[in-house]
């Protein structure tokens, strides 16, 4: 296998916060991911490294050298005070000091002083070249920086190692950043190594080191970069034991990539390429990724960042899109989501399309709020939207496509459903949307409870009548529907009494006798105009029995057979209730007595003359209760 010498920046921290970085083996080998050094002030060279390319250049003040409290060093009377305009930087940054040429003879031993913050740090150069006179080291910050060299050499450690990548990437990265960091040395020190190596290979470092910086050393924090992509380390700490005993240490680190790209054209719904359209694409971290389309409607963004590239390689990203030619105000902007997975490149078309939102409110029919309803918006092109009300029945459904749509309520446990048709209109934000509400019945159905009872009494010339009936039944009406019915038996009890004086005397030969009706009891849900739930309850007598007996008369002294006669839907007689009431659901439970007097029909049975054996007054009274224990209450509305 190839091996690779790693450019290395080692930083240890003393108990001052010293830094050393290892001077490696001489390496005449330049990645082709850094570019040529550039001019900087005081005849400094620095290049961006591989940050993007537009980075502005640190700006850089040469002052006198402060005193120092790092010992063991010496100086050569020049400093350099450094500030970074833009802090935009990844990876680090290259910066070339010339050799001062007290230092040139011994190359090797020479050191940097950092001073950030009041705190004294050493880097080791990442390399010299004796050729041109110049030392760079790799900076993530700055602040002041002092050349130096040390008064002796340390002794030298070997770490051998190797990176592999994850399978199912399309690049490799050809540049890769990792810590070494220990923290208690020894010497009671934390130690802290960057190391940079030339893609994924094998590679080989020579550390000087001295012996108080001994110890166990975690590889962490990997950061690698290849045309389109940046890459990361598995979660895991990678021990290196350096002891002094054995010369070369081993390492391996694995690398996976933490970042994707997007790429394609921005079109319209007609599939036309549009150009300068902006998009803005906003990472699950919070990161912003800009561009536009170009003349030929493509884009290309790349190097988005996933959250968790480890356990989840693939994210959902929302873009925004906001078209400069449009004529609507309201129809410039389009929100939408795009996928992408760690690694590899995402080819989808944008579309720019006119969107809306659909929002409103779900409640039943006293205005309570359903949570949970579930709402869908099918558009004309048959593509779906949907949302979940919350706990006080709203709902908002955002980037809904314009034009006619149908939108579909359902209850929480999807037996009840209505559908509306409605017009989206373009709207970026849900301030100024019209409301789209819904009533539903959601109830499980409604369970009613009826109890009736009945009696009539009559006082005619020659008989006295009496008659009762009493019931109690549920009738349940199903959730969804509007009308149900059920058929109940009554039992009617009747008694006859004659009544004795005056020269003729009527005698029923029956006295104590019951018969049955049937009737049909029927409810019926409506909503009025004021969108309150009211139930009829409708009675209908369908069966009735009758009852024929013979009356006697008796006259001088004798009794004579005068009629067969029979009572009939006699039911009637003792409800007088009406045949239709109408009840609130907010009223219930509905409870309600009934009078009223009447004179019997003269016809029911006769005697010789035409005399009625039942004319006379009569009272009627009759009771109905209906409860409903899943009716909504009025406490419970308000």
Same mark, same amino acid.
């Given at each position: 296998m190839k091996i690779k010498r790693a450019w290395t920046t080692a930083i240890i921290l003393l108990s001052t916060l010293v830094c050393f970085s290892p001077l490696m083996s001489a390496q005449t080998k330049t990645n082709k991911k850094i570019k040529p050094l550039k001019p900087l002030a005081h005849g400094l060279l620095w290049n961006q490294g591989v940050n993007r390319e537009k980075m502005q250049a640190p700006q850089v003040e040469k002052v006198p050298v402060p005193s120092l409290q790092t010992k063991g060093i010496r100086t050569y009377g020049a400093a350099y005070k450094f500030q970074v305009p833009d802090k935009t930087s990844r990876f680090p940054l290259h910066i070339a000091f010339p050799i001062p040429a007290g230092a040139l003879d011994q190359p090797e031993n020479m050191v940097f002083v950092k001073i950030s913050q009041g705190k004294e740090e050493i880097l080791f150069p990442s390399r010299i070249d004796r050729e041109k006179g110049y030392a760079t080291v790799l900076c993530y910050s700055f602040s002041t920086y002092i050349p130096a060299s040390w008064e002796e050499l340390y002794p030298t450690v070997q770490v051998k190692g190797d990176l592999t990548l994850a399978s199912g990437c399309e690049e490799e990265p050809d540049l890769v950043y990792f810590d070494m960091s220990c923290p208690a040395t020894e010497g009671g020190h934390k130690a802290n190594f960057v190391v940079q190596v030339d893609g994924i290979t094998s590679f080989q470092l020579f550390m000087p080191l001295p012996m108080d910086y001994f110890g166990i050393y975690t590889c962490h924090r990997? +950061?690698?970069?290849s045309d389109n992509f940046i890459y990361t380390m598995k979660p895991e700490s990678k021990r290196v034991d350096i002891d002094g005993l054995s010369k070369t240490c081993r390492i391996h680190l694995h690398v996976i990539p933490s970042t994707t790209q997007f790429k394609g054209k921005v079109v319209d719904e007609k599939d036309k390429p549009l150009a300068g359209v902006k998009i803005s694409l906003e990472s699950n971290d919070g990161m912003f990724y800009d561009t536009r389309s170009r003349a030929d409607g493509s884009y290309y963004i790349q190097m988005v960042g996933l959250s968790d590239p480890q356990n989840q390689p693939t994210e959902s990203y929302e873009y925004e899109l906001v078209n400069p030619e449009e004529d609507d105000l309201n129809c410039e902007k389009t929100i939408g989501t795009i996928s992408g997975t760690a690694g590899r490149t995402t080819i989808q078309n944008l579309v720019v399309r006119h969107q809306g939102y659909v929002l409103g409110k779900v409640t039943d029919h006293n205005q309570v709020p359903i949570a949970g309803a579930k709402i869908t918006v099918r558009a004309e092109n048959n593509e779906t939207y949907t949302a979940v009300a919350d706990s006080g029945g709203d709902y908002e459904i955002p980037r809904v496509r314009a034009g006619e749509a149908q939108v579909t309520a359902v209850c929480p446990d999807g037996k009840g459903a209505k559908t509306k048709?409605?017009?989206?209109?373009?709207?970026? +934000? %849900?301030?100024?949307?019209? %409301?789209?509400?819904?009533?539903?019945?959601?109830?499980?159905?409604?369970?009613?409870?009826?109890?009736?009872?009945?009696?009539?009494?009559?006082?005619?010339?020659?008989?006295?009548?009496?008659?009762?009936?009493?019931?109690?039944? %549920?009738?349940?009406?199903?959730?969804?529907?509007?009308?149900?019915?059920?058929?109940?038996?009554?039992?009617?009890a009747h008694h006859l009494t004659a009544k004795k004086g005056g020269k003729l005397h009527f005698v029923?030969?029956?006295?104590?006798?019951?018969?049955?009706?049937?009737?049909?009891?029927?409810?019926?849900?409506?909503?009025?105009?004021?969108?309150?739930?009211?139930?009829?309850?409708?009675?209908e007598v369908i069966d009735a029995k009758s009852q024929k007996f013979n009356v006697r008369m008796y006259e001088n002294g004798e009794y004579i057979d005068t009629m067969d006669t029979a009572y009939e839907n006699l039911i009637e007689l003792a409800l007088v209730s009406p045949k239709v009431v109408y009840v609130k659901e907010l009223d219930m439970p509905f409870k309600k007595d009934y009078q009223r007097e009447s004179t019997l029909p003269v016809n029911a049975g006769a005697i010789p003359g035409g005399d009625s054996i039942r004319s006379g007054k009569t009272q009627h009274r009759t009771s109905l209760v209906i409860e409903c224990d899943s009716c909504k209450r009025k406490e419970a509305a308000d």
């Amino acid at each position: 296998m190839k091996i690779k010498r790693a450019w290395t920046t080692a930083i240890i921290l003393l108990s001052t916060l010293v830094c050393f970085s290892p001077l490696m083996s001489a390496q005449t080998k330049t990645n082709k991911k850094i570019k040529p050094l550039k001019p900087l002030a005081h005849g400094l060279l620095w290049n961006q490294g591989v940050n993007r390319e537009k980075m502005q250049a640190p700006q850089v003040e040469k002052v006198p050298v402060p005193s120092l409290q790092t010992k063991g060093i010496r100086t050569y009377g020049a400093a350099y005070k450094f500030q970074v305009p833009d802090k935009t930087s990844r990876f680090p940054l290259h910066i070339a000091f010339p050799i001062p040429a007290g230092a040139l003879d011994q190359p090797e031993n020479m050191v940097f002083v950092k001073i950030s913050q009041g705190k004294e740090e050493i880097l080791f150069p990442s390399r010299i070249d004796r050729e041109k006179g110049y030392a760079t080291v790799l900076c993530y910050s700055f602040s002041t920086y002092i050349p130096a060299s040390w008064e002796e050499l340390y002794p030298t450690v070997q770490v051998k190692g190797d990176l592999t990548l994850a399978s199912g990437c399309e690049e490799e990265p050809d540049l890769v950043y990792f810590d070494m960091s220990c923290p208690a040395t020894e010497g009671g020190h934390k130690a802290n190594f960057v190391v940079q190596v030339d893609g994924i290979t094998s590679f080989q470092l020579f550390m000087p080191l001295p012996m108080d910086y001994f110890g166990i050393y975690t590889c962490h924090r990997l +950061i690698g970069s290849s045309d389109n992509f940046i890459y990361t380390m598995k979660p895991e700490s990678k021990r290196v034991d350096i002891d002094g005993l054995s010369k070369t240490c081993r390492i391996h680190l694995h690398v996976i990539p933490s970042t994707t790209q997007f790429k394609g054209k921005v079109v319209d719904e007609k599939d036309k390429p549009l150009a300068g359209v902006k998009i803005s694409l906003e990472s699950n971290d919070g990161m912003f990724y800009d561009t536009r389309s170009r003349a030929d409607g493509s884009y290309y963004i790349q190097m988005v960042g996933l959250s968790d590239p480890q356990n989840q390689p693939t994210e959902s990203y929302e873009y925004e899109l906001v078209n400069p030619e449009e004529d609507d105000l309201n129809c410039e902007k389009t929100i939408g989501t795009i996928s992408g997975t760690a690694g590899r490149t995402t080819i989808q078309n944008l579309v720019v399309r006119h969107q809306g939102y659909v929002l409103g409110k779900v409640t039943d029919h006293n205005q309570v709020p359903i949570a949970g309803a579930k709402i869908t918006v099918r558009a004309e092109n048959n593509e779906t939207y949907t949302a979940v009300a919350d706990s006080g029945g709203d709902y908002e459904i955002p980037r809904v496509r314009a034009g006619e749509a149908q939108v579909t309520a359902v209850c929480p446990d999807g037996k009840g459903a209505k559908t509306k048709s409605h017009e989206v209109k373009c709207a970026d +934000i %849900p301030d100024y949307v019209k %409301p789209l509400d819904f009533v539903l019945d959601c109830s499980d159905g409604y369970t009613f409870s009826i109890s009736q009872s009945g009696a009539m009494e009559s006082e005619g010339k020659y008989l006295a009548h009496k008659v009762s009936t009493s019931v109690e039944f %549920p009738l349940f009406l199903p959730k969804g529907q509007e009308e149900a019915s059920t058929e109940v038996v009554y039992s009617v009890a009747h008694h006859l009494t004659a009544k004795k004086g005056g020269k003729l005397h009527f005698v029923p030969d029956k006295t104590e006798f019951n018969l049955e009706a049937v009737v049909r009891w029927t409810v019926r849900k409506t909503v009025n105009r004021h969108g309150v739930v009211e139930f009829g309850f409708e009675r209908e007598v369908i069966d009735a029995k009758s009852q024929k007996f013979n009356v006697r008369m008796y006259e001088n002294g004798e009794y004579i057979d005068t009629m067969d006669t029979a009572y009939e839907n006699l039911i009637e007689l003792a409800l007088v209730s009406p045949k239709v009431v109408y009840v609130k659901e907010l009223d219930m439970p509905f409870k309600k007595d009934y009078q009223r007097e009447s004179t019997l029909p003269v016809n029911a049975g006769a005697i010789p003359g035409g005399d009625s054996i039942r004319s006379g007054k009569t009272q009627h009274r009759t009771s109905l209760v209906i409860e409903c224990d899943s009716c909504k209450r009025k406490e419970a509305a308000d």
